[in-house]
């Protein structure tokens, strides 16, 4: 399929292709727009495989940034389609119906990043079923904050490694660039 | 290297027991037998270090698959928080003697992941560790010479870390459920094994073991019944 030369794409309000390289295109798309533009390539076009969604977080514009890689195995061409919802609401239509493996990537953004998919069999914890903070992927979860005040750190100057230098052993480390101090007493004598 | 001092205070007053335990830590000390539980990449090392290349059974160290029938627990690599949790499972379901060795710089610090919010850093806050080996990741020679310094360690009668987690179960407990949260529970019952072993100490018990007692239900067998 020749998206340029295609009528169907004038469907399509506000929709923006560049053509990135030989096989590769790139869509912009608003996001209502997204599960129709699916089924097409799909459809009429031979993008049979979803191989990811994947998501950014663009946590200055207010917005998550969603994005769908469909490959044509006649065309050999990938497509990538772009679209952006807000990041309040996080919300977005499931693709469930028209490529099944969606189920897995959108379960996936939606425990990394907290997007709820409209629709999408199964919206629940997939990987982290022990983790019950904030979705970890977010650009405002501070994950150094978070280790620092969960974690004990190893002493980088131990007593015993007085013992190893003597006999010509060690760490090489300059001191300003050690990171981080032993947290002594341990968290938990609080 | 560090020296190893020879602890004597266990000797028993015959001399040929003492002969005799002497000849027995040295043949335990030969005959080692490891779990390893492959958490991370620094696993990509060991089957050379196992195998023909640099063939580790020269030394008496074979590997083995289930826990309960292991000597060593070898954790070779990031820990995930999730993962901690069945290392301390198949930990506790080891018999003693056992020992633990922490394989890559991420088993010390947590390596490259140190600013991972899943990652458990510093190995040795929830089970006692008799060695670390760093290197990102050690090299099989790294590794054989960790094991060999655990063997020497064993035949000297100095591989005594095991007791310190029924000695100090309070402190390993505690880390435990600051991580895992307080109705952390595991199906074995630490505290009678530990006065089954005639290990009890002032660490054993402790606010911790407190807060784990209110919640504790004792392990049930599993009803027997067939699938029809
Ligand atoms: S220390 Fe390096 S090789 Fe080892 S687990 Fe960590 S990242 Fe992987």
Redesign the interface.
């Known amino acids: 399929m020749n998206l340029q030369s295609n009528d169907l794409l004038k469907k399509f309000k506000n929709i923006k292709v560049t053509y990135v390289r030989d096989r590769r295109i790139r869509v912009d798309i608003s996001h209502e727009a997204v599960a129709n533009f699916l089924g097409m390539i799909k459809g009429q076009g031979s993008y049979i495989h979803l191989s990811a969604i994947s998501c950014v977080d663009w946590i200055k514009d207010n917005e998550f940034e969603l994005v769908y890689h469909c490959w044509s195995y006649e065309e050999n061409q990938l497509i990538s389609l772009h679209t952006r919802i807000n990041r309040k609401e996080a919300e977005m239509i499931s693709v469930y119906d028209i490529y099944k493996p969606a189920e897995f990537f959108e379960r996936d953004i939606f425990e990394m990043y907290g997007i709820t998919f409209i629709g999408s069999p199964k919206m629940e914890k997939f990987i982290l079923t022990e983790w019950d903070g904030m979705p970890p992927m977010l650009k405002d979860f501070d994950a150094e904050a978070y280790v620092m005040d969960t974690f004990n750190w190893t002493d980088y100057q131990p007593d015993w490694l007085k013992d190893i230098e003597k006999e010509g052993g060690g760490i090489a480390i300059k001191p300003e660039d050690i990171r981080f101090h032993a947290t002594s007493p341990s968290p938990t004598d609080d | 290297?560090?020296?190893i001092e020879i602890k004597t205070t266990q000797q028993r007053t015959n001399p040929l027991a003492n002969v005799f335990d002497r000849f027995m830590q040295f043949c335990q000390s030969r005959s080692l037998f490891m779990l390893h539980y492959c958490t991370g990449c620094g696993a990509i090392e060991l089957p050379p270090a196992m195998t023909s290349r640099f063939d580790m059974e020269r030394l008496g160290i074979q590997p083995m698959v289930t826990p309960r029938q292991a000597d060593i627990l070898l954790i070779t690599g990031y820990v995930s928080?999730?993962t901690l949790?069945r290392v301390i499972l198949t930990y506790e379901q080891m018999q003693s003697p056992k020992y633990v060795i922490g394989i890559c710089s991420c088993t010390?610090?947590?390596g490259m992941y140190?600013?991972?919010?899943?990652t458990?850093?510093?190995l040795?806050?929830y089970l006692p560790v008799d060695l670390y080996i760093a290197g990102c990741m050690p090299r099989p020679e790294a590794v054989i010479e960790g094991l060999q310094l655990l063997q020497n360690k064993i035949a000297n009668n100095d591989g005594h870390s095991w007791k310190d987690y029924f000695q100090n179960y309070d402190?390993y407990l505690?880390?435990q459920?600051?991580?895992?949260g307080e109705d952390w529970q595991t199906p074995t019952d630490i505290i009678t094994e530990a006065k089954h072993y005639g290990l009890e100490a002032e660490g054993t018990y402790g606010k911790?073991t407190e807060l784990l007692a209110k919640h504790q239900h004792p392990l049930q067998p599993l009803p027997l019944k067939t699938n029809n």
């Open positions: 290297m560090k020296n928080v999730k949790k010390v610090n947590g140190w600013q991972s919010y899943a458990a850093k510093k040795n806050d402190y505690g880390n459920q600051h991580l895992f911790h």
